[in-house]
């Protein structure tokens, strides 16, 4: 069984920071990627990729995610960190960590966090 567990969600004014935590444990085979997601109330059915970080280290954002928000890595504390700046009122969220897996057999699985709220503030 996988574990998922992010933290470091909370209530900023726009324009301030927050770093997000995601500590992940149990049995993981083998890491294909990480990542962030993240759910607005504008459009609750989907959950938007933010940045996701190859377990190699490589790192993808988005057009629209690029500059704001990075991505980084411990390895040593298998945990992945989302650090977010100069955040908008519309960032307001619920932002996921995912983690996929490959199977001895080749196939992938999601493994998702239970969520961290983020609100911001004028």
């Known amino acids: 069984q996988v574990q998922v567990v992010e933290s470091g969600g909370g209530s900023v004014q726009a324009g301030g920071s927050l770093r997000l935590s995601c500590v992940v444990s149990?049995?993981?085979?083998?890491?294909?990627?990480m990542g962030w997601h993240r759910q607005l109330p504008r459009n609750p059915s989907e959950r938007e990729l933010v940045?996701?970080?190859?377990?190699?280290?490589?790192?993808y954002y988005p057009n629209d995610m690029k500059g704001r928000f990075t991505i980084s890595r411990d390895i040593a504390k298998n945990t992945i960190y989302l650090q977010m700046n100069q955040l908008r009122i519309e960032d307001t969220g619920v932002y996921y960590c995912?983690?996929?897996?490959?199977?001895?057999?080749?196939?992938?699985?999601?493994?998702w966090g239970q969520g961290t709220q983020v609100a911001v503030s004028s």
């Open positions: 995912r983690l996929t897996t490959r199977r001895r057999s080749g196939g992938l699985d999601e493994h």
């Open positions: 940045a996701t970080i190859t377990s190699t280290g490589s790192t």
């Open positions: 149990g049995d993981i085979e083998s890491v294909v990627t």
